[in-house]
């Protein structure tokens, strides 16, 4: 199988720079951008040029490398005060994955520990390099164990559903949602996807299938009023997604859509999977109602194919994300196991036996 794509990397040392992939002009143009201040780090999440939950996480705390690379020589409570004013900037750029709000408070904390033990701005701006590689490197390995667990659950032959971008490309490595997918794959189990293409941005459409694809494994993209006839079909044997956020309830948050695609997976009998690491878990919410939902540019709706598609005048309304009650849940495939029927029980055993605290 071909490597995964390098979703975002850091260049060089301390004074280095972010390169990553333009997400938003895939399928047709493959340009790596290179992003070095705080505000153009806050731009390219806010476009979706890096975009997915966990690979937000990873752009944040390298953003607030970005905001402290100059302090190298700076006194220690000037690199604390500029990571704190990156991170306050930074969590503003999207509302609903808590992955980003995560990432930004391992990067604070760690400032602030060092700040407290008498750290030169020299060693705090270093040590928050390496936090933010560290973040990074963790969710590769994060990744792939989500892709074990979750590949024990597939058959041969069997072919999944799935909603939005999941994989590589929304992460730091292989993936939620596709890592079952490819670790099958390595194991010669021949898994077969359909991608809804995933209205209004195409995430499915442009991203899923053009990374299935660059890995040599059968993508068939459908609209996504298609899922429940395509289900209806026999032709899916699971629904595997990813999620932005997930409440110590177990009720899961993803992409426009994925609702609806659990309900149809219920009524059709089918596993409705969540693959997700723990930094997805928000361990303050237990009610999926109080997750705070991204609400984005009725441009998006309004202009596709190039031009104008709706009436002058019409209303728009476009929530980016919405969220499935965890009785329509079969599963959440985590790194550290598979939660069936998640329960605010279950979902606090796993968080417990994590060290995370609620
Ligand atoms: O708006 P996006 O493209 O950032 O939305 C992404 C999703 O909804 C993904 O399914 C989710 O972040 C999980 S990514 C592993």
Known sequence: MSQHPETLSWHGTLDGHVRMIEQTLLPTEHRVIEVSTVEDMIGAIRRLAVR???????????????????????????????????????ATSRPTAVNLFWALERMRTKAKSLHGEGATGADLCQALLEEAQGIHLSDRDTCRRIGEHGAALLKKDQAILTHCNAGALATGGMGTAL????????????????????RPLLQGARITAWELSEAGIDVTVITDGMAARVMGEGRIDCVIVGSDRI???????????????????????????????????????????????????????????????????SKIYNPAFDVTP????????????VIENPSQKKMEAALKGAGICF
């Open 52 to 90: 997915g939950a966990p690979a937000i996480g990873v752009a944040a705390a390298y953003g607030v490398v970005l905001g402290i690379q100059h302090l190298h020589e700076a006194h220690r409570d000037e690199v604390l005060a500029a990571a704190e004013n990156a991170c306050d900037q930074l």
């Open 179 to 198: 890592a079952p997918v490819y670790v099958a794959t390595e194991q010669g189990k021949n898994i077969r996807v359909y991608a809804d293409e995933t």
């Open 247 to 313: 409440t110590r309830g177990g009720d899961v948050c993803n992409k426009i859509g994925t609702y609806g695609v659990a309900i149809a997976a219920r009524h059709h009998g089918l596993p409705f999977y969540v693959a997700a690491p723990l930094s997805t878990v928000d361990p303050k919410l237990l009610d999926g109602k109080d997750i705070p939902i991204e609400e984005r540019n009725p441009e998006e709706i309004i202009s596709g194919l190039g031009r104008r598609i709706t009436p002058e005048g």
């Open 326 to 337: 965890r009785e329509l849940v079969t599963a959440i495939i985590t790194e550290v196991g």
